[in-house]
């Protein structure tokens, strides 16, 4: 993995496992929607795609104020001093998708899916 990654391998570790994702948004009103860890897809590039069918309100949120955060985790990964399990906090700005290539892979992959959320990752810092 390169040095100048942010998304780190335990990171990657952690998406392999289930738990729940919380995306906060602000623009129009301060929002949070949830989601799975295994919905997540992490590009090579530090972003994350995640399949939307709601997320209406974060849609709206985000075309005013494209920043988000994210936090997710699992108990099933080692954290700092062996903590059995471990978190990430994440900055990040957003946009939807509704066409293109990652939208297809992703709709291949996630069929009820009516949009693709597009996190460009800023931060990624491992809380526990």
């Given at each position: ?6 998304l780190s391998e ?5 998406l392999?496992?289930e738990g729940v ?10 929002h ?7 919905y997540?897809?992490a ?5 994350i795609?995640i399949p939307?069918?709601g997320?209406r ?6 075309n ?5 955060i ?5 108990r099933e990964?080692l954290?700092?001093k062996?903590?059995p ?11 939807y998708?509704s066409?293109g290539?990652?939208y297809d892979?992703?709709?291949d ?5 009516t949009?693709?959320?597009e996190?460009?990752?800023?931060s990624a810092?491992?809380?526990l």
């Amino acid at each position: 993995m390169s040095e100048n990654k942010i998304l780190s391998e335990k990171f990657l570790e952690v998406l392999k496992h289930e738990g729940v994702v919380s995306i906060t948004s602000w623009g129009v009103e301060t929002h949070v929607v949830n989601t799975w860890n295994s919905y997540l897809v992490a590009t090579e590039d530090d972003r994350i795609l995640i399949p939307a069918y709601g997320f209406r309100k974060t849609e709206k949120n985000v075309n005013i104020n494209s920043h988000v955060i994210l936090t997710l985790g699992t108990r099933e990964v080692l954290g700092y001093k062996d903590y059995p399990g471990t978190g990430f906090l994440i900055h990040g700005t957003a946009k939807y998708l509704s066409s293109g290539d990652e939208y297809d892979m992703m709709k291949d992959k996630f069929s009820f899916l009516t949009r693709v959320l597009e996190i460009t990752v800023d931060s990624a810092k491992q809380m526990l």
